[in-house]
């Protein structure tokens, strides 16, 4: 539910920005959003991955 919660969220404070649109405030600098949504990508794909050899440990000891 939180997960579904947070998309949300992000739904809203980006649905008047385009993947060109260019986000400032971050440490690495002004990053156009089709970047960021790339990176947060990646990252939840690496979690995943994470979470996935997790599971094979603990069914497979």
């Known amino acids: 539910q939180a997960h579904r919660e947070a998309c949300e969220a992000a739904r809203q404070a980006t649905s008047s920005l385009t993947l060109d649109d260019v986000l400032r405030g971050n440490r690495r600098g002004p990053l156009p959003l089709r970047w960021v949504y ?24």
């Open 38 to 61: 790339l990176h947060v990508l990646r990252e939840l794909a690496q979690h995943c991955g994470h979470a996935d050899i997790l599971r094979e440990q603990i069914l497979n000891p």
